[in-house]
């Protein structure tokens, strides 16, 4: 029995080396799949493929369309125009909530424009970050400020933060970088923050090989006013990880919001992060 179900499984395996390249999208599918999107692009359009795996293939046609602030996008809920480029029957996560206005087929490819309401971003946590006042907080010592440099805030006791490009869940990330400290809290206070009716905190951990090497759970509590809303974990396997926090009764005025970063195990912890106030 077990002998016939390893011929099986042979078999099916030949069958799909056989077949399925014939169902893959060739260069010249992918070339005219890029020409369809040039010709109606706006800026400020996000383009994706689906599946994700086809992305880096993507990006060879159409990449000089993805700087990196869009290309290191914490999420896709600014862009009320995104293109999906899609294969076999895939759809981009970063199309939901969308109608799909136009579709065009290429070979083994289809191009969609979708649309959709885009959230308007009152602060932007990572853009601004050189407004913010970030300190260290221990039992013993009480809290130290850490000064602002020429391109990150350097703390006395050891880390630094600034913002930086990461490899997070095997993407690339616009964020804060910092490597957290055991026995301590790493505040990072913004004051005068134009809120929204929500606060949208991404968070996760840099580094595949740092990811396998350490234990440690990162926590980030988030405050607004300081009234504590909840907090983000990022761990080894969390990915990047999106929370939404309700602001909606302080739409429209300024607070201020604090984050907090802790960890109990920091070895091979490197940790990124990115915020936004906005209205959905």
Known sequence: MLAALIVVLALAETVNAVVAPAFA???????AAAANVRTAFRPGDLIVAAPAWADP???????????????????????????????????????AGGRDTSMATYGALQVRLWEKPAAVVTFDFLAEWRKA???????????????LAADHFQCAEGPSLKQQILEIDTTLRRALGVDPLERATLA???????LGRELAVAAGLHNVWLRKAGRGKV?????????????????????????????AALAGRSGSVRFEITVADARSRHFGFAAEARNP
Do not use: H, N
């Open 25 to 31: 999208p060739t260069d010249k599918d992918w070339v």
């Open 219 to 247: 926590t980030m509590r988030v405050l607004v006013d300081g009234r504590d809303l909840g907090m983000v974990e990022a761990t080894s396997s969390s990915g990047w990880s999106l929370r939404r926090f309700d602001t």
């Open 188 to 194: 990072i206070d913004y004051g005068e923050v134009t």
């Open 57 to 95: 293939v993507m990006r060879q046609q159409l990449g000089d369309l993805l700087p990196m602030p869009i290309a290191g996008r914490m999420d896709a809920a600014r862009y009320g125009r995104v293109w999906e480029i899609s294969q076999r029957g895939a759809r981009a996560q970063e199309t």
């Open 133 to 147: 006042a970030v300190s260290v907080v221990t039992a013993d010592r009480g809290t130290s400020s850490c000064p």
